[in-house]
Nanobody, 127 residues
Framework: QVRLVESGGKTVPAGASLRISCLAS????????MGWFRQPPGKEREFVAG????????NYADSVKGRFVISRDNAKDTVYLQMNSLRPEDTAVYFC????????????????????WGQGTQVTVSS
């Protein structure tokens, strides 16, 4: 059974940095792409960042490019999201996902069929 467990979310002031983590189990971690999506309050879920399994190809949403860094440690079955220069609009529940391919968009039908999802971790950026 695949399990993704996020951790590290908390409330921080604008301009701060924060790293959230996702520990995976029940899948061949190094072979799977990993990604982060987020859902701001009252808004749709959106893609944040993705990292390939075999080739480590990385994609970012334009809104986080240059501020966020996704990385993975295959020895620890863990993917990270380092978030710098945080803004109030980054406030959201952040979800970890795994799949063979992580698309840089949120497609509910595709994601329900092809992704495994974590339970989410709340990140709040105060102004």
């Amino acid at each position: 059974q695949v399990r993704l467990v996020e951790s590290g979310g908390k409330t921080v002031p604008a301009g701060a940095s924060l790293r959230i983590s996702c520990l995976a189990s029940g899948l061949p971690f190094s072979s799977y792409s990993m990604g982060w999506f987020r859902q701001p309050p009252g808004k749709e879920r959106e893609f944040v960042a993705g990292i390939g399994g075999t080739d480590n190809t990385i994609n970012y949403a334009d809104s986080v490019k240059g501020r966020f860094v996704i990385s993975r440690d295959n020895a620890k079955d863990t993917v990270y999201l380092q978030m710098n220069s945080l803004r109030p609009e980054d406030t959201a529940v952040y979800f970890c996902v795994s799949g063979l391919v992580i698309r840089p968009i949120y497609d509910p039908t595709y994601s329900d069929r092809f992704y495994y999802w974590g339970q989410g971790t709340q990140v709040t950026v105060s102004s």
